[in-house]
T-cell receptor, first 114, second 114 residues
């Protein structure tokens, strides 16, 4: 069984501020972890993924995430928010065994103010 | 060229009607999926097909019938539509049904049942 919990359905930051979106996972086997972004009226786009290589993963648009096994976390960060970062962000988990599909968290809406 | 394309983008229909959504991917992927996104943005897997074979059916009502005529196409037919079927339906594809693979999403088909 696998699941993902995203803390905070909405996060508000000012332009130029640090972005931190939290994700904790539960998995009975070593997980693969993902962050996807959804802009309004669009499909989801991969930001970054962890697949058991380096624990600090860099993605597109300046985002990065760190896998911490001891904390079962995979938080997403960006040093300086841009207005264009405003979107819905989804953390997702799949398993490193057999057939495995993505299980998504409930999403966090990032709001960026000028 | 759109990688994963869905049609139609919008459907508005009455309860009890039947409707279909079509999906095509030109990425050469083996695996295709249908996800449902509800009004709270929660994404849930419905079906997964690998090389035209149904692999995953996540306890979706029998009124939903996916069909994969070839591995580049996965269509979704819904009979006897109910109010609760109103949602955005996303088609996605991946290279194979293995845990670490990136999913590529279509732009979604917004179904409104009146």
């Amino acid at each position: 069984a696998q699941s993902v919990t995203q803390l905070g359905s909405h996060v508000s930051v000012s332009e130029g501020a640090l972005v931190l979106l939290r994700c904790n996972y539960s998995s009975s086997v070593p997980p693969y972890l993902f962050w996807y972004v959804q802009y309004p009226n669009q499909g989801l786009q991969l930001l970054l993924k962890y697949t058991s290589a380096a624990t600090l993963v860099k993605g597109i648009n300046g985002f990065e995430a760190e896998f911490k096994k001891s904390e079962t976390s995979f938080h997403l960060t960006k040093p300086s928010a841009h207005m264009s970062d405003a979107a819905e962000y989804f953390c997702a988990v799949s398993q490193n065994s057999g057939y495995s599909t993505l299980t998504f968290g409930k999403g966090t809406m990032l709001l960026v103010s000028p | 060229d759109t990688a994963v394309s869905q049609t139609p983008k919008y459907l508005v229909t009455q309860m009890g009607n039947d409707k279909s959504i079509k999906c095509e991917q030109n990425l050469g992927h083996d695996t295709m999926y249908w996800y449902k996104q509800d009004s709270k943005k929660f994404l849930k897997i419905m079906f997964s097909y690998n090389n035209k074979e149904l692999i995953i059916n996540e306890t979706v009502p029998n009124r939903f019938s996916p069909k994969s005529p070839d591995k580049a196409h996965l269509n979704l037919h819904i009979n006897s539509l109910e109010l609760g079927d109103s949602a955005v339906y996303f088609c996605a594809s991946s290279q194979e049904l293995a845990g670490g693979r990136e999913l590529f999403f279509g732009e979604g088909s917004r179904l409104t049942v009146l």
